[in-house]
């Protein structure tokens, strides 16, 4: 029993594919959407960040497992100082067992602080930021060998202005794989993703963002059957921008330290609690609260008054 939630709990909190939770009762099914199933997820992240002398266009925050937005940087000669708060609304649906559909829109808001040869200054805004659609997939399960599951995503439509609206469609995609292997109570994974960015055109400039490349092992500790502990380390590479053809900026590298907390409120509803703090790179940290609502499901209903088990999907 503390496997099955622990493995849940592990997949949401520290992996690349956001498909599990650690509401009660867990089975290994659950890993994925239960087949024919809804579920909900509300991610809400603070982040601050301090930039200084920064040549590329673009940067990242995260806001989930995997969860990547792309925030238009422009910093130039100058130190910004940056808290962002970021809002995203998620679905998904379990396909089959070992197969789920999601998407997810994104809004941003960010209240900015800069100094530079003309003094400080100060904005802000607030904005829609990108939607997204998905689809996971288990190969295998914990068995003889490792699990492993893997995830495909791409961006609809993001805002690449940094104030107002200027829409990119279809030119960003993102690709990934987690292996895990599950040793009472402990679970041990590791997580890997690549993001691919096509140009784009931003304020009458070819902008092409630098693509982005991430390695996440972590442990899970279950603690008892409603409360799970998470660590791990995040390692990101990402390549220089590229501005009319022309290279911009260097490429850089970055690693963070990730710690959280997972929270089984009720038998539907899991919350979820995440830090990351920069190690290296540019100084900053990422705190979110994540809510998982898994809806009803009428297919278990159905087959529940037929004699079957309803568990695998309530």
Not at 133 to 152: E, K, Q
Not at 213 to 219: D, E, G, Q, R
Request: with cysteine; hydrophobic share 40%; aromatic share 8%.
């Amino acid at each position: 029993m503390i496997r099955d939630r622990l493995l849940a709990a592990l997949l949401l909190c520290v992996m690349v594919v956001p498909t599990a939770s650690a509401d009660l009762p867990l089975t290994i099914e659950e890993l994925l959407t239960a087949e024919r199933r809804w579920r909900a997820d509300v991610n809400l992240v603070y982040t601050n960040s301090d930039r200084r002398d920064v040549d590329s266009r673009f940067g990242t925050i995260q806001i989930g497992p995997g969860q990547f937005i792309t925030i238009p940087v422009s910093v130039g000669q100058a130190r910004q100082n940056t808290d962002f708060l970021a809002l995203s609304v998620g679905a998904r649906y379990g396909m089959s067992l070992n197969t789920e559909l999601y998407s997810r829109v994104s809004a941003l808001g960010q209240d900015i602080r800069t100094l530079n040869v003309d003094g400080a200054f100060s904005d802000s805004d607030q904005q829609f930021a990108d939607a997204w659609m998905g689809v996971n997939h288990r190969f295998s399960d914990d068995n003889d060998t490792p699990a492993l599951l893997g995830f495909f995503e791409l961006a609809l439509v993001e805002n690449t202005a940094g104030q107002g609206n200027n829409l990119a469609y279809g030119k960003t995609a993102m690709a990934g794989i987690t292996t895990y292997r599950a040793i009472d109570p402990l679970v041990l994974s590791l997580t890997a993703g690549y993001r691919y960015s096509l140009e784009r055109r931003v304020e009458d400039l070819e902008i092409d963002p630098g693509d982005l490349l991430f390695i996440n092992p972590s442990i899970a500790f279950a603690v008892n059957h409603e409360i799970t502990l998470t660590g791990g380390l995040q390692w990101r590479w990402q390549e220089r921008d590229r501005l009319n053809n022309q290279d911009q900026g260097i490429r850089t590298t970055q690693t963070k330290m990730e710690f959280g907390l997972g929270y089984a409120w009720s038998r539907r509803l899991t919350l979820l609690a995440n830090s990351r703090a920069d190690v290296t790179g540019d100084s900053g940290i990422e705190i979110g609260v994540t809510f998982l609502y898994k809806f009803p499901s009428h297919f278990a209903e159905k087959h529940e008054h037929k004699g079957g088990d309803a568990n695998i999907n309530d």
